[in-house]
């Protein structure tokens, strides 16, 4: 996979997840994770393929966490998955649909087990502190995740508590691709919000 600048994770947008993912499509932001702990199953199959219906025939990656057993139901282009959750290697198998899977990784010995994986990207995280997680992973520091991006045989995507104070500093630590929760799902103007942080990248991850 080439640059592909801001990751938006959905999670409890204020607007609704139906807004904040056409903003994200209009914004043009490549990657869409939509990520919805502890939701009956049904709600998120109704909202993934809202979402679907969004995404589809725009440059805009929908990607389901967790759960790709959902994710190939409502024809999602990829899963993201957890250290614990099924294995990628699995996941090819069961489910061919899904062309991306990418994984979670919270330190260098998870990112090195990461390189022989058959996934698409990892993700880098947490960089900062962050409330998303009920139990979060400890945080890493931007000199913990340049050596983590550094040592990646995949695309690497910074995430936690990054917002557009921090995000300037995590580029400069080497992060090419960056995950927004709260800095977009926690605005009454997500769309305003995208573009703010999307001119805070380097140009060549923006194009």
Same mark, same amino acid.
């Given at each position: 996979?080439?640059?592909?600048?801001?990751?938006?994770?959905?999670?409890?947008?204020?607007?609704?997840?139906?807004?904040?993912?056409?903003?994200?499509?209009?914004?043009?932001?490549?990657?869409?994770?939509?990520?919805?702990?502890?939701?009956?199953?049904?709600?998120?199959?109704?909202?993934?393929?809202? %979402?679907?219906?969004? #995404?589809? *025939?725009? $440059? =805009?990656?929908?990607?389901?966490?967790?759960?790709? @057993?959902?994710? !190939?139901?409502?024809?999602?282009?990829?899963?993201?998955?957890?250290?614990?959750?099924?294995?990628?290697?699995?996941?090819?198998?069961?489910?061919?649909?899904?062309?991306?899977?990418?994984?979670?990784?919270?330190?260098?010995?998870?990112?090195?087990?990461?390189?022989?994986?058959?996934?698409?990207?990892?993700?880098?995280?947490?960089?900062?502190?962050?409330?998303?997680?009920? %139990?979060?992973?400890? #945080?890493? *520091?931007? $000199? =913990?995740?340049?050596?983590?991006?550094?040592?990646? @045989?995949?695309? !690497?995507?910074?995430?936690?508590?990054?917002?557009?104070?921090?995000?300037?500093?995590?580029?400069?630590?080497?992060?090419?691709?960056?995950?927004?929760?709260?800095?977009?799902?926690?605005?009454?103007?997500?769309?305003?919000?995208?573009?703010?942080?999307?001119?805070?990248?380097?140009?060549?991850?923006?194009?």
């Amino acid at each position: 996979m080439k640059p592909f600048g801001l990751y938006l994770v959905m999670t409890d947008p204020i607007v609704g997840y139906d807004a904040c993912a056409k903003a994200a499509v209009n914004a043009g932001i490549r990657m869409l994770q939509l990520r919805m702990k502890n939701a009956p199953r049904e709600q998120i199959i109704q909202v993934a393929r809202e %979402i679907r219906r969004i #995404t589809d *025939g725009t $440059e =805009t990656t929908f990607i389901v966490n967790d759960n790709p @057993a959902i994710a !190939a139901e409502v024809e999602a282009d990829g899963v993201h998955v957890g250290q614990d959750d099924l294995s990628p290697a699995e996941i090819r198998q069961r489910y061919p649909s899904l062309k991306i899977i990418g994984l979670s990784t919270h330190n260098l010995p998870q990112v090195l087990a990461s390189r022989d994986q058959p996934i698409d990207y990892i993700g880098v995280g947490p960089v900062y502190t962050t409330p998303t997680k009920a %139990i979060p992973d400890p #945080t890493l *520091g931007l $000199e =913990t995740m340049r050596q983590m991006i550094a040592a990646a @045989a995949h695309p !690497a995507v910074a995430i936690g508590g990054i917002d557009a104070q921090r995000l300037p500093e995590v580029v400069t630590h080497g992060a090419e691709n960056v995950a927004i929760v709260r800095a977009v799902c926690r605005s009454t103007t997500p769309y305003t919000a995208l573009l703010h942080l999307q001119s805070l990248l380097p140009t060549p991850a923006n194009n």
